[in-house]
C-alpha cells in the first residue's frame, strides 16, 4: 500500500525539528533578546485551528516558567469589528502554518499599531504574517501536502519552547529542547494498538489532560475529527467532572493523556473515577485499575512531555483512519490552507 503524505510527514517530524534548530536558531535568540529588552507584563496568541492548539500549550508552559500571564485574542477583534486592542506593554505571537489568513494577519498588524512586540511562528518565512511582525521563527518544515497538520504543529509549539527557554536562559529547557528531536524518533516506534482496536468501530470519546498536555488533548480531538469521521471532545481532567462525566457509561472510550508532572496525581484521580464508572481508559504516564496504560517516552522535561505525545498520536492517528476507512490525507469538506476573515 502506498504510504499516505500524512505518514510520510508524520515520519520527517525529527529532522523537522532537528531543520528548525539549526536553521532558526539566529532569529529564535533575536526574538528572545527583544522579549528580554520589552520584558511584557502579557503575551497576547493570536491562532486558529492547530495552531491555536500551539498557542495553548506556549500559554500554559510560559505561564508555568516565566510567570506572564498568556490571553488568546480574537482575531475578528480586529479583521471584522475593527476594534483597537491596548498592548502597548505586551508581546504578541501569531502562529499559522501558512502565516496566509487575513484575519490573523490583519491582528498581528493591530497589535504592531498599538505598539505590541509582535513575533510571527509560521512555515513561510515570506508570508503575510511574516510580514506584519517585527521578528519572525520560520519552522524549516519543508512542504506539508496532508490537510491535517502533524510536522507543522510539532515545530510550532517546538518554536514556542526554544523561545521561551531562550528568553528565560534556562538551562533546563535548553538542553530538554536541544534533546527533542531524538525523542520525537523514539515516540515513532511507541505502539497504541489496543486503542486502535477499540476506537476502530467507535462514534465518540473524551480526550484529557491538564496543563500543557491540555493543549494536546485539544489537538488530539481535533485529529480524531478530521481524519477518522470520530467525534472527539477534549475536557481539562478538572473540567470533565464538572457535568460532562455524566454521560460516561459502560464502555465510553477515554483517552487520558499524563506525563510525569505536578498534575499526573488529579489526572490519574480523574482517570480512576471514570474507569470506576465503566468507561474504556486508556492511559499515558501512570497505571491506574480498571485502565489500560499505553507506552509514551520516559525521562522528558515536563514541559516537553507533552509533546513528545503529540507525535506518538500523530502516527496512530494515521494508521486508525485508514482502519475506519478514511484517506487521512483528503479529511471531506476541508482545505490545507484556510483563509477566514
Not at 510536522?151 to 530538554?176: C, H, N, Y
Not at 497505571?287 to 515536563?302: C, F, I, Y
Request: with cysteine; hydrophobic share 50%; proline share 6%.
Amino acid at each position: 500500500m502506498k504510504q499516505s503524505h500524512m505518514a510520510i510527514e508524520v515520519a520527517e517530524i525529527p529532522d523537522a525539528a532537528r531543520r528548525f534548530l539549526t536553521l532558526s536558531a539566529g532569529a529564535t535568540a533575536q526574538a528572545a533578546q527583544a522579549l528580554r529588552k520589552a520584558d511584557p507584563a502579557l503575551l497576547v496568541t493570536v491562532a486558529r485551528g492547530s495552531s491555536d492548539h500551539a498557542a495553548t500549550y506556549l500559554k500554559y508552559v510560559v505561564e508555568l516558567l516565566a510567570g506572564v500571564p498568556v490571553a488568546s485574542v480574537g482575531p475578528s477583534i480586529a479583521s471584522i469589528y475593527r476594534r483597537p486592542l491596548r498592548l502597548g506593554k505586551a508581546g504578541c505571537i501569531g502562529i499559522s502554518q501558512s502565516g496566509q489568513s487575513p484575519d490573523i494577519v490583519e491582528m498581528m498588524r493591530a497589535a504592531a499599531s498599538s505598539g505590541a512586540l509582535t513575533i510571527a511562528i509560521t512555515n513561510h518565512a515570506d508570508s503575510p504574517l511574516a510580514a506584519a511582525s517585527a521578528h519572525c521563527l520560520g519552522l524549516q518544515s519543508g512542504p506539508e501536502h496532508s490537510v491535517a497538520a502533524t510536522k507543522t504543529f510539532v515545530a510550532s509549539v517546538l518554536a514556542g519552547l526554544a523561545l521561551l527557554a531562550e528568553w528565560q536562559d534556562d538551562v533546563p529547557l535548553r538542553t530538554a529542547v536541544a534533546n527533542l528531536p531524538d525523542a520525537f524518533a523514539q515516540a515513532l516506534t511507541l505502539d497504541w494498538t489496543p486503542l486502535a482496536a477499540r476506537l476502530s468501530r467507535a462514534q465518540s470519546l473524551y480526550v484529557l489532560g491538564r496543563g500543557p498536555a491540555f493543549a494536546i488533548a485539544n489537538e488530539v480531538a481535533l485529529k480524531f475529527k478530521e481524519t477518522c469521521g470520530l467525534h472527539a471532545e477534549s475536557f481539562s481532567a478538572a473540567e470533565v467532572l464538572h457535568g460532562p462525566s455524566a454521560i460516561v457509561q459502560a464502555q465510553f472510550p477515554v483517552l487520558a493523556l499524563g506525563v510525569d508532572d505536578a498534575a499526573l496525581p488529579r489526572l490519574t484521580e480523574t482517570a480512576a473515577r471514570l474507569a470506576a464508572q465503566g468507561a474504556d481508559v486508556f492511559l499515558t504516564g501512570a497505571d491506574v485499575t480498571g485502565a489500560t496504560r499505553l507506552p509514551s517516552v520516559p525521562g522528558l522535561h515536563p514541559l516537553c512531555a507533552p509533546l513528545v505525545l503529540a507525535v506518538t498520536f500523530y502516527a496512530f492517528i494515521e494508521g486508525l483512519a485508514r482502519r475506519r476507512g478514511f484517506d487521512p490525507d483528503l479529511p471531506p469538506h476541508l482545505r490545507k490552507v484556510t483563509q477566514t476573515v
